[in-house]
């Protein structure tokens, strides 16, 4: 039992010490691609101020507040040029996103999902 123990310790350590930390230099000038309720897009932070995305239809690079919620976790938030709100938490220890997508015309949209680097 106590092998045990020691062995699920290791484990939780090594895995750990592989995510990727919400540090600029591990996180940024990377492309990371989030899968989010069957919305694909690719989204590269460029620095804390700026992030660019793309998706199948558009190409954008905005203005962003970015929050460093943990070692691992990101809270984003920026307006597109449409005037769309979009508030995106990324865990890069477990590779989970949630976003809250707030439309001109009131509509709020939640999705939730994946992140990847992009190879």
């Known amino acids: 039992m ?3 123990s ?3 310790m ?3 350590t090594a895995t750990a010490l592989a995510q990727t930390p919400a ?7 990377k492309v990371w691609h989030y899968s989010l309720s ?3 897009v690719d989204m590269t932070y460029l620095s804390d101020t700026t992030l660019r995305w793309q998706d199948k239809t558009r190409d954008e690079t905005d203005p962003c507040k970015t929050h460093r919620l943990s070692d691992h976790t990101l809270l984003v938030g920026w ?3 449409d005037k769309t709100f979009v508030s995106l938490y990324s865990d890069f220890a477990t590779g989970e996103a949630y976003c809250h997508v707030f439309r001109p015309d009131g ?3 939640p999705m939730k ?3 990847v680097p992009k190879k």
């Open 2 to 4: 106590k092998l045990l």
């Open 6 to 8: 020691i062995v699920a």
């Open 10 to 12: 290791l484990l939780t």
């Open 23 to 29: 540090n600029s230099s591990a996180v940024q000038n």
């Open 38 to 40: 069957g919305y694909e």
């Open 79 to 81: 307006y597109e040029s």
């Open 107 to 109: 509509k709020i949209i």
């Open 113 to 115: 999902g994946t992140l």
